[in-house]
């Protein structure tokens, strides 16, 4: 293939992964083909089978070599270093109505938060919640 093919090739893998739900699949195929691009315009390859076969070296290798570093680098951790644990025990305001068993809304520290009652009973909106533990995004509250 030409030069000018591959790199187009590449630029539409690159645009596809930007449309698909963070992966980082296609990514390293359209840098691959960005790779084979620029070596066909140097004039470092042979017959069309090495370019494939080129590409897909550069490819499946990148892919297991950085996609685990580019997750670890992405990883991202609660704002400012707080960790969560450590609003246990906090006072959490209603900002709708909790019935036992549902979810609900309430505010902390500015943020509002998915809430679920910890105990037999419901609280109303405006009463303030002790939190009694965390699970994932949802404040588990109980009588202040």
């Known amino acids: 293939m030409q030069w000018w093919t591959w790199i187009l090739f590449g630029l539409a893998l690159l645009a596809a992964e930007m449309l698909t739900p963070g992966g980082f699949f296609v990514l390293f195929f359209g840098l691959a083909a960005l790779v084979v691009g620029l070596l066909v315009a140097l004039g470092l390859t042979g017959p069309p089978w090495t370019e494939w076969l080129m590409f897909s070296v550069v490819a499946v290798a990148s892919l297991l070599a950085f996609r685990p570093r580019l997750f670890d680098a992405l990883k991202t951790s609660p704002p400012s270093g707080m960790r969560l644990d450590s609003v246990v025990g906090d006072v959490v305001v209603l900002t709708e109505d909790l019935a036992v068993g549902k979810v609900g809304k309430g505010e902390l520290r500015g943020t509002v938060w998915s809430v679920r009652t910890e105990g037999p009973r419901g609280f109303t909106r405006g009463d303030r ?10 404040l588990w509250v109980g009588e202040e």
């Open 129 to 138: 919640c002790r939190i009694r533990r965390i699970d994932g995004l949802t």
